[in-house]
């Protein structure tokens, strides 16, 4: 099974604020790492509540004009990658319902784990679904409990006790911008202010580029409700015990963010120390695989005193290989999006060091164009665990049968990829990383943190 990665991004100003949608456009600009085929925006204007959203780039789907369109108070927005559902418009977020009780539009990131129950259920009982997406299952449940409910925020309530696994909901209604954090807080949301308006994000990255003041993360299993009264916070659902996606910390997040109070920075500077002290090896230089390697290959580089060089022209026009849909389309991005430089590597004996190996093909060809641009020995270290289980949370892990690290022992990963040696972060170093948040690692050690069967 694959799931999918997004980013959310809201902003609820004052009443003469009339320019959410350029701020969500900023914001999502600064999150478009997390997703890279679709995006959309939608805004409240004087409590209609409309949306804009196609396939593409934030800069290729919103242009100056599409903005200049989108007044209004408060606006939410979104980024994503499909691999659940089609690649096709219809899947693209903020979703818009229309039901009794007004408008209402919803981005969501993370992934059910309940779906298929869910959606199986609400069909019996008549509903009808227009996308492939679990979002659309959260939107059916808020619409109608909200029928029953006196305010949206208790409907948002209800549908949470409907729904397991993760899930960021940022939700506009025609008078409110509710945003929401799962109970055990597997994807990361955060709490910003400029001026009199409220900012929530993904990442704190995107609360520095609208040049918004970090406040605080949104706690696991909170509501927070923003009015015309200010905001208020709802946490009869929050928990005692968080389990944050440790690979925020590897790879999805940008590294100028902070999550749950833990710099990804500082994060992946330790996983480099720790790849050193664990896999020590007699080399000339040490580079990074762009992006998420870079911080790793530097903390590498000061553990160790070898010199820290550059070893690949990047492509920055081509998104990034791992949250590809398809195989086919992940092997095409790396061969135009990275080129080694032939004047760092040539005669070198090189550490590769690199966020993860899922399924090799990535990690073989990064390592034979290094060979092939002169370098005598190429040693490969990767800032996380071997993936061994699914992730059913929203990480775009594969099924077991995809995962080389189920097939293989190290020793024939580092054949078949062509490297000379090869070293994974060791399980027990995670903690290291993080320091007293607690994470989920179910994909390197297959320990879930809610009731998942496995495959």
Known sequence: MIKEECGVFGIFGPEQNTAAAESCYYGLFALQHRGQESCGIAVNNEGNVTVYKDMGLVPEVFSDDVISRLPGRAAIGHVRYSTTGPSIRENAQPLLTRYSKGTMALAHNGNLANTDKLRSSLEEQGAIFQTTIDSEIIAYLIARYRAICSSVEE?????????????????????????????????????????????????????????????????????????????RSITDRCRSQQHSCIFEYIYFARSDSNIDGVSVYQA????????????????????????????????????????????????????????????????????????????????????????????????????????????????????????????????????????????????????????????????????????????????FSGNYPSLIQKD
Request: proline residues 5%; glycine residues 10%.
């Open 155 to 231: 409907a948002v309530g209800m549908a949470m006790d409907q729904l397991e696994g993760a899930y960021c909901l940022l939700v506009l209604s025609r008078g409110k911008l509710i945003a929401v954090r799962d109970p055990l807080g597997f994807r990361p949301l955060c709490l910003g202010q400029i001026g009199d308006s409220w900012v929530f994000a993904s990442e704190s990255c995107a609360l520095d580029t609208v040049g918004a003041k970090f406040v605080r993360d949104i706690k696991p299993g909170e509501i927070v409700v923003v009015d015309k009264n200010g905001l």
């Open 268 to 443: 992946r500077l330790e996983a480099g120390r720790q790849l050193a002290r664990q896999y020590p090896v007699d080399a000339d230089l040490v580079l990074g695989v762009p992006d998420s390697g870079l911080d790793a290959a530097m903390g590498f580089s000061e553990e160790t005193g070898i010199p820290l060089g550059k070893g690949f022209m990047k492509n920055n026009y081509v998104g990034r290989t791992f949250i590809k849909p398809s195989q086919g389309q992940r092997e095409n991005a790396v061969r135009i999006k990275l080129n080694p430089i032939r004047s760092s590597v040539e005669g070198k004996r090189v550490i590769m060091v690199d966020d993860s190996i899922v399924r090799g093909t990535t990690s073989a060809r990064i390592v034979r164009q290094l060979k092939q641009a002169g370098a005598t020995e190429v040693h490969v270290r990767i800032s996380a665990p071997p993936f061994l289980w699914p992730c059913y949370f929203g990480t775009d892990i594969p099924s077991i049968d995809e995962l080389t690290a189920r097939k293989y022992n190290i020793d024939e990963i580092c054949r078949q990829i062509g490297a000379d040696s090869l070293g994974f972060l060791k399980l027990e170093s995670l903690s290291k990383l993080t320091g007293s948040i607690n994470y989920c690692d179910a994909c």
